[in-house]
């Protein structure tokens, strides 16, 4: 009875959560709305002179440089190009080595069922406000260095300077499908995953090693496409989905099992001499398979940071932050951090925490170009845990928390795609088209 009463009291707190991130919305579409309105009325009143800059702003054109535009970075630049002025004072430079916007979310899924891979690429740019387009510079490399004014290009050696900075490199630096594509550009991303969906396909005998939300999903669709299929879930930890609450550990347990996915529980492979096809496990069992996919390995990409301020990057290799989200190194107070790589205290990193941060830095951003203090202070919410875990094609169940307390709720799920034709949309493009122009690199 008392988790039941506990159980109800958090979702009244989620509807005031959610009521709440409407209202935020809201506020911010209105704000921004004004500030097209004033961009119309200064172009209008400028329009007989020969120049639109305004003329009491400096001459020097000055640059927020992000680095990383995924969840994090990307909602940053959205919100900050519609806020700052845009006459030319101020420039927003993108170094993102992807050519498209990869959407983690329906990577496991897409390496499973075939015929839906281009969709995981979205063209950059229309998520980006309009007015503030031309002010925009994207540049599709990896940053390879931090300096105190600059920031280098691996592949061109340009050294980009900045006024402000943003760090929003994640933790996939390195990483393989299913848990990032592992290619910059689509045609090649769509391959992988093509070639993923057929090593599944024709896999009698499938191995997953890590049971986190990416390898529980992987193999449920498996099993749940290929009936017949013999697939293994190798997890190294007592329960999979560990970092969640038991609940969600039991459900999603439950559901694997239900399917008919043999989960292995504290087993981890380890590296052997044995023949091709044969996983040997800690326990020393051999596990025979014809196709193996790791879903493990995440880990923040903080290296570049590593030179300029070694200190504010933690032994987990986070990069530690203020509650401004400006980095933990007072005498660097222009570089910000958000998203996977920045250490803020989110128990379970995720998409919507690593907005919600890109939010707060971005606001902070703005004030400091308007001369202002930077004071809009992050602190994790229990509601940014929220995760969306599918036990197969059809079914899927979300999960809050709140301390010790724990909300499931039960879906059934029509769409195999797992609605990415919204998520277009949401990033202001047309499903599915993919046209050259804007997000393209720019001189
Ligand atoms: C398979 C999978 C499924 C997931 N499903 C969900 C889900 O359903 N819901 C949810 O909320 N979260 C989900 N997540 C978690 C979510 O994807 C991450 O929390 C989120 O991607 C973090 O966003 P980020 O912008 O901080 O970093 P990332 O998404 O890791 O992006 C970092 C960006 O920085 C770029 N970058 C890295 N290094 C450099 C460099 N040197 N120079 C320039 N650019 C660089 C990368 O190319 C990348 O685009 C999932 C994760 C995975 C792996």
């Known amino acids: 009875m008392g988790s039941r009463v506990a159980s109800a009291v958090l979702y009244l707190k989620l509807v005031v959560y959610s009521l709440g991130l409407l209202l935020d919305n809201f506020k911010r579409s209105r704000a921004a709305r004004k500030v097209a309105l004033e961009d119309a009325k200064r172009a209008d009143s400028s329009s007989s002179s020969s120049s639109s800059k305004d003329p009491s702003a400096s001459t020097e054109t000055r640059n927020i440089v992000i680095v990383g535009a995924s969840f994090a970075g ?15 004072s101020w420039n927003i430079v993108i170094v993102e ?7 983690t979310w329906t990577l496991p899924r897409f390496c499973v069922i075939q015929g839906h891979e281009d969709k995981t690429f979205i063209p950059y740019g ?26 280098t290009i691996r592949e061109t050696n340009e050294e980009i300077p900045y006024d402000y900075l943003v760090i929003a490199t994640g933790s996939g630096l390195g990483l393989q499908l299913p848990s990032r594509v592992g290619a910059q550009d689509k045609k090649k991303g769509s391959e992988l995953l093509r070639q993923m969906q057929q090593s599944i396909k024709e896999a009698g005998r499938l191995v997953v090693i890590g049971g986190g939300a990416a390898g529980v999903e992987l193999a449920a669709d498996a099993k749940e496409l290929y009936p017949d299929k013999s697939v293994t879930l190798v997890h190294s930890r007592n329960a999979v989905m560990h970092r969640f609450g038991p609940d969600l550990q039991a459900e999603a347990l439950k559901g ?6 043999e989960v292995m529980l504290e087993e981890r492979a380890v590296q052997s ?10 326990s020393g069992k051999k596990l025979e398979f014809d196709f193996c996919v790791n879903c493990g390995g995440q880990s923040p990409s903080s290296q570049l940071l590593q030179e300029l301020a070694p200190a504010a990057i933690a032994e987990s290799g986070h990069i530690r932050v203020r ?28 998409a919507r925490a690593a907005m919600k941060q890109a939010q707060y830095v971005a606001d902070n951003v703005v004030l400091a170009v308007q001369g202002r203090e930077p004071s809009k202070l992050y602190t994790p919410s229990w509601a940014d845990g929220v995760i969306k875990l599918t036990l197969g094609l059809s079914r899927s169940v979300t999960h809050f928390s709140k301390g010790k307390t724990e909300l499931l709720m039960h879906a059934k799920e029509k769409d195999e795609t797992l609605m990415i034709a919204q998520v277009w949309t949401h990033m202001g493009a047309t499903p599915y088209e993919d046209v050259d122009g804007v997000g393209k690199e720019t001189a």
């Open 74 to 88: 990307y909602h940053a630049a959205r919100i900050i190009a519609s806020s700052i002025p845009v006459d030319g």
């Open 97 to 103: 080595p992807n050519q498209h916007y990869q959407f």
């Open 126 to 151: 229309p998520y980006l406000p309009e007015r503030a387009r031309h002010i925009v510079r994207w540049v599709h490399h990896h940053a390879s260095r931090i300096g105190k004014t600059s920031v």
């Open 256 to 261: 694997l099992r239900d399917l008919g996915v």
């Open 273 to 282: 001499e044995d023949e091709p096809g044969v996983l040997t496990l800690r």
């Open 323 to 350: 509650p401004t989200l400006q980095i933990d190194d007072p005498s660097l107070p222009n570089i910000y951090a958000c998203g996977d790589v920045a250490q803020t205290g989110v128990r379970n990193p995720n």
